[in-house]
């Protein structure tokens, strides 16, 4: 069994950057193409970004792409988004999540994602 644990939220104001960071334990998450996914207050889980088992490929939501950037360090068992250019509609719960059995590429569907982590907040103000 997995953990993922999410940190690195909170408030910032609109143009900031925060770094964001999950932790994996209880098994290796270089093993798993990896991802990030959030949620706002009455909307549907939006997918953000999306890493390769080894980091080698990328894939990013329109909305983000040019100001988000995600990698891994598998040596550490830690991925991470860098969140530049933060506006307010970035505001939403923001989960990590593996996908074990996507073993080349990315997975871009939420469906592919079996391990979640507890989610971190962050907040843009205007």
């Known amino acids: 069994q997995v953990q993922l644990v999410e940190s690195g939220g909170g408030l910032v104001q609109a143009g900031g950057s925060l770094r964001l960071s999950c932790a994996a334990s209880g098994g290796t998450s270089s093993r798993y193409a990896m991802a990030w996914v959030r949620q706002a207050p009455g909307k549907e889980r939006e997918f953000v970004a999306a890493?390769?088992?080894?980091?080698?490929?990328?894939y990013y939501a329109e909305s983000v792409k040019g100001r988000f950037t995600i990698s891994r360090d598998n040596a550490k068992n830690t991925v991470y988004l860098q969140m530049n250019t933060l506006k307010p509609e970035d505001t939403a719960v923001y989960y990590c999540a593996a996908a074990p059995n996507v073993r080349l590429g990315v997975a871009v569907a939420l469906y592919d994602y079996v391990y979640w982590g507890q989610g971190t907040q962050v907040t843009v103000s205007s």
């Open positions: 890493i390769s088992r080894s980091g080698g490929s990328t």
